[in-house]
């Protein structure tokens, strides 16, 4: 055994031990090869061989030392040498042109070998060279490989069930490389594996619909597969033979045939009773999906090169064909929902209905989804289908914020099926099938499958737990470690007798079609719920501006003139105005701000407007209907909050009395230019408790007053006394014809506030 599979297979006393210490072993770089051929290590440029693995003398009949230094027309004669020029010249990919045959002499005696040949990873100006002996049947005659690839390609091309494409792989394969059990094993999300096709000896047990965890194959064995689609061990029991000279840099031999693998997985094989071994991996967009394993118990088995290229093709065709047929059943599924998603369409457009009781009249998004249940929260209505909590509310809240936040928070996907272990984010969705700790307790419920809407809402389907009996090829925690002297090693499980799991708090997972087929349905509902709150904004605007005076009153010496502008963005807000004139001759200017936007800002402030007009019915002072209208929204409207400044003035003397509750006073506007009247100091409407302060005053004859809502002069990160500063400086000779130009240097320009301005002018 050699230094660098020593390090690897033991770990010192100082290291720390745990169970996954094989994943951390550099097999990529053992400096050793299987005894079955031979390998050179060969400058491009002068062809003399560089490096060695020792078993030269038995396969050539030379010592290493009458190797090393030479070049390849010396060690393998001229036409041997032109042979791998060849493979080499102007091919990419070399594999392309493996193997090829070559005719070497051994001792006189002439002796056919496979050649291949391939680039090693971060070396430049050399080539790996393998050499083995072609003593097997070869490959791309008509009765033996040829004749079988070409069966099994027909077969596979007929086929249109996945099970049906695994057992068709697995039987072909075998008859193809002639091992006792050929197994297609299937990864799921966290790449444990299930054994889902097996062609086998009569005599063996089977291990069709076993599991083996991750652990069997760490994540540096997974990378290896993905670059080199097919391995061999000849012989479990076979001595490495070491690559000299050995180099301070190892040579990576992650494309090369002949590479020795772990002793730790040696082991593992030899535990089942397998003496060896072959693997295809099985890929999709680049990425280990599955794999096809070889074993063989009767004793080393050693498939000539051309068989294994043929069984890697095979491996190849399956894997287009399964692509293809993924994606025909995920195309078949597709056409099966997008008839629900046009019922749930239809349901979504009737405005007439509250969209969640629309989406669940009927079991469509059932259908949709197979679940046990289902929720919809939309327009703040909730509403179920199905086998649904009897107390939902806290844990719709919970899944609607995971999942909006589902991009950055983590929430995985769970796929299924040979799409492979390739998880994903997808924002607004989230799709468990165990929930977590910080979920809301819901009995029953084990995995759900949630979609945030825009509105704060979410569809959320429910599964109840479902608990599954895992059979498994042995205990997968059952590996050991074993002390030899100072260090240790990792010894693999030496049982795989049917060892069977019962797994409960989990939900039946998610497939990548049900998940598809709830992010079709949400840009569906986002679209119906911008449509709903399209007709709402408008229903809201009509209000408003019947809301509004349709026209300023006139009085003789007097002009008043106002400004209106909403919220951009279609947000309709809650400020007002109102122009009245009093049964006693006196004139009433209101400016109010309702908190909140929408038909419920609307409906607020419709209420604190007409009960104003009816409390000033009776000439009540402005401070008297502040306190009548708080007493109201304490009443009829708990919770809403408002400002408000009224003024009342007496057009004959130009008297006025004003009180504000929560709301910017008064801009009085005279000789000496704009400045704003006293502060009062009251809360808010919602908070107000008792009568406001109030204070009088006299409008002289060309003097101006201003009443304006916070949003004309606000702006972010600017304190309110300066807004008001500037709001004083501009509207020092402001004049009526002048409102919207004075509104639209103060306002600013990203506000997402309403602007009110109205003028009272004495001539």
Partial sequence: MTDALDRTWFVAPDVPIDLDNCAREPIHIPGSVQPRGLLLVVHEADGRIRQASENVRELLGRPVDQVIGHTLTEVLGTAADATVRDQLDDVPDTRVRNPGLVRVDVGGRPVDMDVVVHRPPGEAGVFVLELEPADGVRPLTYGTTYEGVRDAIAELNRGTTLSGLYDLAARHVRRLTGFDRVMVYRFDADYNGEVVAEAKRGDLEPFLGLHYPASDIPPQARALYEKSWIRLISDVDYVPVPVVPALPEPLDLTYASLRSVSPIHCEYLRNMGVRASMSISLLRDGKLWGMIACHHYAGPHAPSYGVRAAAEFLGVALSLRLIAQVDQDALDASRASSVILARLVAASRDEERPLADALTADDALLDLV???????????????????????????????????????????????GPAGPEGGQVAGLLVLDELPADAPHTPGVAGLLALALPDGGAVVWLRDEVVRT???????????????????????????????????????????????????????????LFRRGRREVRAAQAVQRALLPARMPALDGWQVAAHYRPADGARVGGDWFDVLRLQDGRMAVAVGDVTGHGLAAVGAMGQFRNAMRAYMLDSASPSRVLHRL???????????????????????TGRYDYASAGHLPPLLIDSGGAHW??????????????????ESGVLAPGERMVLLSDGVIERRGESLRIAMDRAAAATAGLRPDGLDAVVRDLRDPDSDDDATLVLIARD
């Fill in 470 to 528: 895992v059979d498994w090829g042995g205990d997968p925690t059952g590996k050991e470690l074993v002390q030899d002297g100072d260090r240790f090693r990792l010894s693999p499980r030496r049982s795989f007798e049917l060892w069977r799991e019962q797994v409960g708090g989990r939900s039946m997972p998610w497939e990548d079609a049900e998940v598809s087929a709830a992010e079709d349905l949400r840009g569906h509902l986002v679209e119906a």
């Fill in 677 to 694: 009247l006293r502060v009062l100091g009251s809360p808010l409407i919602g908070l107000l408790d008792g009568a406001p302060a109030q």
């Fill in 630 to 652: 708080a007493g109201l929204a304490r009443w009829t409207l708990p919770g809403q909050m408002a400002t408000l400044v009224l003024v009342v003035i007496d057009p004959a």
């Fill in 370 to 416: 197979p679940a046990d249940g289902v929720l919809v929260c939309a327009d703040g209505e909730l509403a179920g289908r199905g086998r649904v909590p009897a107390e939902p509310d806290r844990l719709v809240a919970w899944a609607a914020e995971t999942a909006a936040g589902a991009s950055s928070a983590g929430a995985g996907l769970i796929p299924g």
